[in-house]
């Protein structure tokens, strides 16, 4: 059953626990379930890119074309593969990672576009589809007393129809203290834990009288939370930890505490980290601002993929560097580029990636695929299919209707898979 | 592979089928109907649900994702069995949308598999429109009072229930009635003084307590609430802090649904002249997605689905939408110079043309007619609640006086009006007035008539839809679930259980004007909503079909507004609690000194909203339980300047930080430079909150409201999610909120009884908490908490309450 589906423990659910009806499976198939598919990952961080990131400033730089821009394209640690100069230190690491050069979007809109790479699914009305976190954490069970879906620095999509559980932990500052996790200045633990006491009683009174479920759900939410806040994995959160060195290591900025801060949550078995940032929406100066980007980007991603790497983490953790959209090979006259989606990139890197592939190509100009178009869900079923998350699997929404986690028409990139 | 079903009730399922008729049943007369009532409409030749078709045999025997659907002759193979034997509240039952299959009807198709699933050559099934679902007898005259309509409702309810095996709970007691409906109509719980109050009063104490809510001036905020979830009220969207603060008027001055519709849809114009736009402007003015939104929002039938392709499983034809969007298609948004002014207009064409888009290769498109899809009740004789409206209606009338015209002169001008007491010259003021009627007529004030016709059509008493939509969300509102649920999914296929106290309820509804407190009145006065809930010891199965009744209460968990506001009422921190300066704290914070060199280039810019989303951490890390408070007031007035307009949208630290931009560009444009510095300095924390229902809306991501279920209002058809989460715990167990209401303030009258008698202060903090005085046993454990310090004693017993079930959640 789901990992997450909700704490509301409806009676659909409850007897689902008992009866173990799964949808997707005929019910008279039930016992013979098998284990998850054969994915090797365990762990998603995904950095999301909000605005639009370039792509040919970035993954897929077009030299000697008139719409190359500024910069030069770098030698990787892969014979052949070229990235941006931007990042000199990600240069090194590309060994461990793919490029996905051939992305088709559909959405040239801000919004939409980020509906759509957040959940794969296009936005309708009358439905919330879920994030790629909800989606996860609801297939693969937690490990550890953490949430198993931390979103860093900004929101991650909802969890629609997957409900609260699955939606993601939030930190708004990576390395500030969270004042919620841990009983209010001046009530000491030993008063805090005093208070439980009397509250279980109080609960106990009422909780067998009237709204049975619903009190029921809300007490398991009541401890999972006393649960977090006792555990010694919290000490994850703080960055202090770390030394000054290996902070300044990973840039030392927002974005660079993120990544630390998202090695940290996996190593104490957080499922799926989500860290995101903004500001690639570069109509105009775009150069400046992506030659900054690189600044902020690539000590960050590079120590993080060297570090899951150096600490055997990197086979199990999927790597997913990801943006709404792309921007125009054209460069307008503020010196910018605008939204394009019809051709655009990725970064993906650990979690059973073969390092050093390049999957797909844009044509001379990075205006259109050219070679093996990927779908935008084509790149869910990619990061499902890596943690062995049943790609037909379809969950019940709380209006009773079935949904498919990933869209159907939706294929993984097998050839990304060693 | 075993076969052998896991589950124990299946097997009895499959049992009770085994001993079913051993003769073939009639395909025709008793297995047609069957898959074309239920099935056919979701596994048909172009919707193939799960991937598959029961509208033809091989659809049948190939099956869809998971497995054959059926196999000749094997009902513990055949999936369809497998899952129409589910009952209806197992994950995985078919049918998973209408009625349940009947027993009858499960054991005939049990007997056609077993008699090899017959099926006659070549046939392919259509989808049948189910039967109009069974009605009672209406009430043969109009109620007298509100209390007498609520006893017809109850009677109503009481004989459509009829015959179902449903359990009907005693009403609860009236402090719990006290309770619940201070927290529905008001959206707080009771304060001690209230208690009192009702407390003192003879039998007709309900009645007078109803009255007395329906007056309260937090009546217009708790429903202000209700409204904005419908109709998506965002205050991030231009106009839309303009069409709360309109919406929070509109209620508080009683106005008539009907016509707060009709002003809504009709509107043109400025957000901040006519606030009423905020409703345009809310889907961007985009024809499609306000006839979307309009079919769905006022008549809770989602023809939408028809903009792309014909409805898959209701009657509309994409035909019929485009014909519905034509009223919307000459409205046009245009965007001023400044920011923020954004306002509608009448263009010349429409933008609304057939045939679609991805259609029309080749074809020329044409400007559809408007036409209006939904029929009106036609009947010889005038029905009887359209009398009463009537009559109604014309008695308001007499009642206003000629200033009538004049309040419609003042719409059409709509812009400055003359300041108060200065007197004016009467040539000037013609002179002016007539320029002024010039320019509404002009282009960008031009109004709409396709829109004012819709507005008529829409709110025509003779439309059902209209009114039904509205009194299933206040009835779900009032007692966790609607007679049609999704609540604003009215279709043939979705039909509601009780079709005669809708039909009642909606037709009072009507008949007095369309006015929400009289609506609430009525249901407030109905045992019905009186009902308790049932304990924990009943059945799932009984207890969700007797909820389903309305025969027991649902349990319901306060929305997070009326939390937030609960927690504050109790813990008295609307106003200070403690002496200024009793609270002093030092905090740390990071503060920005410009460096005297400025910068030519503005940094990257800060557009990428996405992430300005993001709270700011406050000083202290608990700014996802502040409010902001918005003056609805003056976000009405009418004043010309943009840019005071989008000044008033924001708040006072917006408006500072404005500023604060605004010193930080020299005469040339460019942008200074600063270093962050750490400052320490001590301040008073002194605690106070304001209300949850007067702030921008929605609150932030991950703010308290939000972690409580507040919808994100983007999309059509997002509902409060009620279920419990962690993160909620952590902000009731360990927030800042919580924990100064459960502090006891010298200032609040609990401090002053807890010096003179711990059990009087007891018994006050459980009123004040729960409404109800503590029984024996908890007066005693609360007695052992104060023992040793009776002011932490009492902050940890105030604690435990607030976090405790009973608080959350209605009794």
């Known amino acids: ?22 949808l997707g499976m005929p019910v008279s198939q039930l016992l013979a379930q098998a284990n998850p598919g054969k994915g090797r990952a365990e762990h998603v961080i995904l950095f999301w890119n909000s605005g639009g990131m370039s792509h040919l400033d970035t993954w897929d730089p077009k030299p000697g074309r008139k719409v190359q821009g500024e910069f030069a394209p770098i030698k990787t640690s892969v014979s052949g593969m070229e990235i941006s100069e931007i990042f000199p230190q990600l240069a090194k690491q590309m060994h461990h990672a793919a490029l996905i050069r051939s992305i088709a979007g559909t959405n040239g809109d801000h919004g939409r576009a980020q509906y759509e790479l957040q959940t794969g699914f296009g936005q309708t009305p009358n439905i919330l589809h879920p994030g ?42 990576p390395g500030e203290k969270d004042p919620y996790l841990a009983f209010p200045e001046g009530i000491s633990h030993a008063r805090g834990m005093q208070r439980l006491q009397i509250l279980e009683k109080m609960n106990a009174r009422t909780s067998g009288s009237v709204g049975a479920n619903d009190m029921k759900a809300t007490e398991i939410a009541l401890k999972d939370a006393v649960a977090l806040m006792e555990s010694p994995a919290l000490k994850a959160f703080e960055l202090d930890e770390e030394s000054p060195q290996t902070i300044e290591r990973y840039g030392n900025t927002e974005f660079g505490r993120g990544a630390l801060l998202a090695r940290r949550l996996v190593e104490k078995g957080v499922r799926f980290v989500q860290v995101n940032r903004g500001g690639f929406d570069n109509h105009g100066n775009i150069f400046q601002a992506m030659r900054d980007h690189g600044a902020v980007m690539d000590p960050g991603i590079a120590s993080l993929i060297s570090d899951l790497k150096a600490n055997g983490l990197l086979e199990k953790t999927l790597v997913v560097v990801l943006s709404e959209f792309g921007r125009t090979p054209r460069i307008n006259d503020a010196g910018g580029r605008d939204h394009w989606a019809a051709c655009f990139g990725c970064l993906m890197a650990g979690g059973g990636i073969k390092g050093g592939s390049i999957i797909g190509a844009s044509d001379a100009d990075g205006m259109e695929p050219a070679e093996r178009p990927v779908k935008v869900p084509d790149l869910h079923a990619t990061i499902c299919h890596a943690l062995g998350i049943d790609l037909n699997k379809e969950v019940i929404t709380a209006q009773g209707r ?10 993984p990139i097998r050839e990304l898979f060693a | 592979m075993p076969l052998k079903p896991a589950i124990p009730f299946l097997a009895g399922g499959l049992t009770l089928a085994a001993v079913a008729s051993a003769a073939a049943p009639d395909f025709a007369s008793q297995i047609q109907p069957i898959l074309e009532l239920n099935c056919v409409r979701c596994h048909n030749g172009e919707k193939d649900k799960g991937g598959l078709r029961l509208d033809t045999r091989k659809g049948l025997l190939d099956g869809g994702d998971t497995a054959a659907a059926v196999v000749p002759g094997d009902t513990a193979k055949s999936e369809l069995l497998v899952r129409v034997h589910l009952r209806p509240i197992d994950e995985g039952v078919m049918p998973d949308e209408g009625q349940a299959l009947t027993k009858e009807q499960v054991e005939l198709l049990d007997a056609w598999v077993r008699a090899g699933a017959p099926w006659p050559e070549g046939l392919t099934l259509t989808q049948r429109t189910p039967p109009a679902p069974k009605r009672v007898a209406m009430p043969e005259k109009a109620p007298a009072s509100p209390a007498e309509a609520a006893a017809m409702l109850d009677d109503i309810l009481k004989r459509e229930n009829a015959g179902t095996p ?32 009702y407390e003192s009063q003879g039998d007709d104490r309900r009645e007078k307590l109803v009255a007395k809510l329906l007056d309260h001036p937090r009546f217009a905020d708790r429903w202000t609430v209700f409204m904005a979830d419908m109709l998506r009220i965002r205050s991030a969207i231009p106009g839309g802090n303009q069409l709360l603060a309109y919406i929070h008027g509109s209620i508080a001055q009683g106005k008539p649904y009907d016509e707060l519709v009709r002003e809504l849809i009709a509107a043109s114009g400025r957000a901040n002249s006519n606030p009423a736009v905020g409703y345009l402007l809310g889907d961007d003015v985009n024809p499609m997605e306000l006839a979307a939104s309009s079919a769905q929002v006022f008549m809770g039938v989602r023809i939408g689905c028809a903009m792309c392709h014909d409805h898959p499983f209701d009657d509309w034809r994409q035909k019929d939408f485009y014909e519905f969007a034509a009223y919307f298609g000459k409205t046009r948004k245009v965007q001023g110079r400044q920011e923020g002014m954004v306002y509608t207009t009448e263009g010349d064409e429409s933008a609304v043309l057939w045939p679609p888009e991805d259609k029309a290769a080749g074809k020329t498109r044409h400007p559809v007619t408007p036409r209006f899809p939904f029929k ?16 109604l209606r014309r ?12 309040a419609e002169l003042d719409a059409l001008l709509d812009a400055v009006e003359p300041a108060a007491g200065t007197p004016r010259d009467p040539v000037l003021e013609e002179a002016e007035r007539e320029s002024r009627a010039l320019d509404v007529h002009a282009d960008i004030y031009r109004s709409s008539e396709l829109r004012a016709e819709l507005a008529r059509l829409v709110t025509d008493p003779r439309n059902d839809h209209f009114a039904q939509a509205f009194v299933n969300r206040v009835w779900a509102e009032l007692t966790g679930r609607g007679f049609v649920d999704p609540l604003d999914n009215f279709s043939a296929y979705n039909p509601p259980r009780h079709p005669t106290t809708l039909e009642f309820l909606s037709r009072e509804f009507i008949a007095n004007g369309y006015d929400l407190r009289h609506l609430i009145r009525v249901i407030t006065l109905s045992d019905t909503y009186r009902r308790a809930s049932l304990p924990a010891t009943t059945p799932v199965v009984q207890r969700e079909e007797s909820e389903k009744a309305f025969s027991a209460a649902t349990t319901r968990r306060m929305l997070g507004e009326v939390l937030f506001d609960s927690v504050v009422a109790a813990g008295h921190l609307a106003d200070f609690k403690w002496p200024a300066g009793a609270n002093p704290k030092e905090i740390t914070r990071e503060i920005r000194v410009p460096t005297g060199e400025s910068a030519a280039t503005p940094p990257p810019d800060g557009k990428e909203t996405a992430m300005k989303e993001s709270p700011a951490m406050r000083g202290d890390g608990y700014d996802l339980e502040s409010t902001l408070k918005l003056d609805f007031n003056a976000l009405l007035t009418k004043k010309e300047q943009g840019e005071l307009e989008s000044m008033r949208a924001m708040s006072d630290e917006q408006i500072e930080a404005e500023k604060m931009a605004a010193m930080n560009r020299d005469a040339q444009g460019n942008t200074m430079t600063f270093k962050t510095e750490t400052v320490t300095e001590t301040i008073d924390d002194n605690p106070r909150f304001d209300s949850a229902m007067h702030m921008a809306t929605p609150a932030p991501p991950a703010h308290f409201l939000r972690v409580f279920g507040q919808p994100e209002r983007a999309g059509l058809g997002e509902f409060r999610d009620t279920s419990s989460s962690l993160r909620q715990q952590l902000m009731m167990l360990n927030g800042r909120m919580t924990h100064e209401a459960s502090r006891v303030g010298p200032l609040e009258p609990l401090h002053r009884i807890l010096l003179k008698d711990h059990d009087l202060a007891i018994e006050h903090a459980y009123l004040e908490i729960l409404t109800r005085r503590p029984v024996s046993e908890e007066l005693a454990d609360a007695r052992a908490l104060l023992a040793a310090d009776p002011f932490e004693g009492m902050a940890d017993l105030r604690w435990a309450l607030l976090n405790s079930h009973e608080f959350r959640f209605l009794p």
């Open chain 1, 1 to 22: 059953m789901s990992a997450c589906t909700d704490y509301q423990i409806t009676r659909r659910r409850l007897l689902k626990m008992f009866s173990a009806s799964i």
């Open chain 1, 132 to 173: 790629l976190g909800s989606i996860v954490v609801s297939e693969r069970q937690p490990l550890g007393d953490l949430p198993a879906f931390v979103s860093i620095s900004g929101q991650a999509a909802r969890a629609g129809y997957l409900g609260q559980k699955c939606e993601a932990y939030f930190v708004g500052r």
């Open chain 1, 402 to 411: 079935p949904m498919r986690l990933v869209r159907k028409e939706a294929s």
């Open chain 2, 166 to 197: 449903v359990i009907t709970t005693d009403p609860v007691d009236d402090t719990a009635f006290l309770r619940r409906a201070t927290i529905d109509l008001i959206g707080r719980i009771p304060t001690v003084a209230e208690i009192r109050e």
């Open chain 2, 376 to 391: 009106f009740e036609e009947s010889k004789t005038k029905p009887a609640h359209l009398v009463r409206l009537e009559a």
């Open chain 2, 395 to 406: 008695g308001e009338q007499q009642a206003a006086t000629s200033g009538k015209e004049a």
